[in-house]
């Protein structure tokens, strides 16, 4: 084979191969990255999915167990500080089914993510449902939905893991609500012992898969790219230095030699120096043209090596406005950034819903064991919700419907800079921004506020704000009272949505209370009205014994005179 055609072939292959070996390298070490990288984001999720299971499981656990405590009539004479009368247990029992009962409908807004929810079913066969959040005509039913390629009833499974280790995982496939297509199924159950109730909730397995497949499509589409416009644009080098080649072997002697030397230090991968040749024929343009691509080459392996280090600001221009490939790069890591930036906002997004769980599990955490004081449960809200958003002051009212014809707001708890502080405040529907809130049932968020607005509206007292939020306190479509928190800090959205999503776990806790305080009223009153018809009962025995007396005399005395 003549020269001719040996020069532009083995410079076609040489071009080819390092072409082939920068692309391979900086795929490979991507591709590698991107496998780690999508194995480590499944892990992450699926456990970040398994704890938010638990949280919301916990919360409804320490709901039950709350009521729970009020069961026996030892219980209720411990916390109320009275001895029940006869016939006393029933009342007990028919107060404790209520409880019971109000708990469950409170739990019915519990849920993770759309399509999750919550339930509760028996322990022991033949496992009755006792709530499901989605299906309410499942309950006091029982349901046997066998786990797919087995004989095991899924409550059944239920059982055997809260028997074994009172709280677990369970994998399986079940419609999603709706819809009649099984899903696959993680669900997370827990033994509530003393009333023998396994409470559960789930997650459909394709919510956590379709995140990954969506991040693994989105890499191989860049990866595919890649590899598909490294092959082009080496194939489109590769047949130009040939083409160039062919035509000119003929007079390359000495320049050839030096081409032919910088070509196979090429072919090693090594960066060579360009060749500057100052000719003006056509063995002076290869010489220009092939000073052009070891100059591209190591512009474009520099800037590879650079993504590669993660630095999607180092410097790159493309060749020229023709130059797909360096165009494709500028793409590429224009895609990067893009990508980068999203899954900054991503971990934003997550932190800040990680806060706003975090917060829900540390009000809910906080209020455990505290029975049913209202002073109590509302001072540890107010100060550990003040301290959590670093805010400067915050205030808790409730509804004072005592006289039905006399309604007003009354001031429970106040707490600023780090003190409890305790005043009789009374605040009529409607007045103020506490009162518009609680008659309008929704959140007020103010930034522009006079000096003296707090001393005169907010009732917080005399410190001049740079932002108010007031968040009605809701059970179901009823207010029962208003949260009031001022800073000097501007409240971020997703602080004023995590006021907003506590508020519904601290109305279900302050009714629950409530509820305990107007029985424990009740008890009183039926208390003393017993002790009252005692007394009477007692005066009208001494009254029928003194009438007796005076019939014993009359008829003394008239037999005295009829003798």
């Known amino acids: 084979m003549k020269i001719k055609a040996k020069l532009p072939l083995y410079t076609s292959i040489t071009v080819l191969l390092s072409v082939a070996a920068i692309a391979a390298f900086s795929i490979f070490s991507f591709y590698s990255r991107t496998l780690e990288n999508i194995d480590n984001y499944r892990f992450e999720e699926t456990e970040k999915v398994k704890d938010q299971l638990k949280d919301v499981v916990n919360i409804a656990y320490d709901m039950i167990a709350l009521s729970y405590e009020k069961k026996s009539a030892k219980a209720i004479e411990d916390t109320y500080g009275i001895l029940l009368s006869e016939g006393g247990n029933e009342n007990i029992k028919m107060l404790f089914i209520n409880i019971i009962k109000i708990t469950l409908e409170n739990l019915r807004v519990l849920r993770y993510g759309t399509d999750g929810y919550l339930w509760i079913n028996e322990l022991d066969p033949p496992y009755k449902v006792k709530m499901h959040a989605t299906r309410p005509e499942l309950e006091e039913r029982s349901t046997v939905f066998y786990i797919p390629g087995t004989d095991i009833n899924v409550y059944e499974a239920f059982a055997d893991i809260c028997n074994e280790s009172s709280e677990g995982f369970l994998e399986y496939s079940y419609p999603k609500p709706g819809q009649t297509e099984k899903l696959p199924k993680m669900s997370f159950i827990k033994l509530f012992e003393p009333l023998g109730w396994v409470i559960g909730t789930g997650v459909y397995i394709d919510d956590i898969e379709k995140a990954v497949q969506k991040k693994t499509g989105e890499l191989n589409r860049q990866i595919n790219q890649l590899i ?15 083409f160039i080649l062919y035509y000119l072997g003929a007079n390359i002697t000495d320049s050839i030699g030096n081409v032919n030397q910088q070509l196979i230090e090429m072919s090693k991968g090594h960066r060579v120096k360009e060749l500057e040749f100052e000719r003006k024929d056509e063995i002076g343009e290869m010489a220009s043209s092939l000073d052009i691509l070891i100059s591209g080459v190591g512009s474009y392996t520099a800037f590879a090596n650079e993504i590669e280090k993660g630095n999607l600001d180092a410097e790159f221009s493309a060749l020229s406005t023709g130059d797909e490939l360096g165009n494709s790069l500028i793409e590429m890591r224009y ?40 002073g109590i449960i509302s001072h540890k809200i107010i100060s550990n919700l003040v301290r959590y958003l670093d805010a400067t002051q915050g205030g808790l009212f409730l509804l004072n419907d005592n006289d039905l014809d006399d309604k007003y707001i009354e001031q429970m708890a106040a707490f600023a800079y780090n003190r409890n502080r305790f005043h009789n405040k009374r605040i009529e529907l409607g007045e103020g921004v506490i009162g518009a809130s609680f008659l309008e049932k929704k959140s007020i968020y103010m930034t522009k506020l006079p000096d003296d607005y707090m001393e005169i509206r907010s009732g917080l007292g005399t410190a001049s704000p740079n932002s108010l939020l007031v968040v009605p306190l809701k059970v179901e479509e009823d207010i029962i009272g208003v949260i009031e928190i001022a800073s000097f800090n501007i409240l971020q959205e997703y602080e004023i949505e995590f006021v907003e999503k506590v508020s519904e776990n601290i109305s279900s806790i302050l009714f629950t209370s409530l509820t305990g305080r107007r029985t424990q009223e009740l008890l009183e009153k039926l208390q003393k009205q017993a002790e009252e018809k005692a007394v009477q009962e007692e005066e009208i025995r001494q009254n029928i014994e003194e009438l007796e007396m005076l019939r014993e005399r009359l008829k003394s005395e008239d037999s005295v005179v009829t003798k």
């Open 335 to 374: 895609s990067l950034k893009v990508a980068r930036e999203e899954e900054e906002v991503r971990q934003i997004e997550n932190k800040r819903r990680n806060w706003i769980a975090e917060g829900q599990a540390l009000i809910t955490d906080v209020i455990k064991g505290t029975g049913e004081d209202l």
């Open 228 to 242: 598909w416009l490294t092959i082009f644009i080496g194939i489109v080098l590769v047949a130009v230095a040939s």
